[in-house]
C-alpha cells in the first residue's frame, strides 16, 4: 500500500538531480522503501527545528524502540548536514506521518507551544550575543512598542542581556 502524501527513500534519490545516488555514499539499503517524513538541515530556522523536534517526540511517543522510525544524518555540500526522519511503511508511525504532514499543508506549526519557546530562545541567543549594552539600549529606544518592563530593574536586564521581553518573531525574522 503507497502513500499519497509520503515518497519513499528510493524515489527521493532517484528522482535525479544533485542529491541523487550519484552524489550519495553512503548505505540506504536498510531503509530505501521506507518513507520520508521530515528534515531539518543547519541552515533551518526556527519553525522547521521547532517542527522537526515535535514530529520526533510525536513518534517517540508511538514507537519508544524506533523500530518503525530512524533519524538519519548525512553530511551535504551545500549546508553542511542534513537529517532526515523515516517511517517504516505500513506501520502506525507511516500513518502519523501522513497526518503531520497534511496538518502542516493547512498550518505550518506543529506545536505551538514548543514553537514559541523556542522562538524565545533564539531571540534571547541574539539579543545576548549579537549585541552590546548599547546596541540593546539603542534598539529598545527605536522599537519602544515591543518592549514591556514592569520596572527599572527589567529594563536593565533587558539592556544587560539577561532578559528580551521584545517581539521574539521580529528578533527571529530572516
Known sequence: MGSEILTTRR????????????????????????????GQSRDSDVLERSNFEAAVKGLEEIDPDGNDWRAE???????????????????????????????????????????????NDEALEI????????????FIRENRGQFDFYDFG???????????????SEMCAP
Open 11 to 38: 524515489e527521493q534519490m532517484t528522482s535525479g538531480g544533485i542529491d541523487g545516488y550519484g552524489n550519495f555514499s553512503g548505505d540506504d539499503s536498510d531503509y530505501r522503501d521506507w518513507y520520508g517524513f521530515i
Open 73 to 119: 544524518s548525512f553530511g551535504h555540500w551545500a549546508c553542511g548536514w542534513v537529517e532526515e526522519v523515516y517511517v517504516r511503511p505500513d506501520t502506525a508511525c507511516q500513518t502519523y506521518a501522513e497526518e503531520v504532514r497534511a496538518a502542516l499543508a493547512d498550518y505550518p506549526v506543529l506545536d505551538e507551544m514548543a514553537f514559541c519557546e523556542a522562538e
Open 127 to 138: 539579543w545576548q550575543n549579537c549585541f552590546c549594552d548599547a546596541g540593546r539600549l539603542d
Open 154 to 168: 527589567h529594563l536593565r536586564q533587558n539592556i544587560r542581556g539577561e532578559d528580551f521581553v521584545g517581539y521574539a
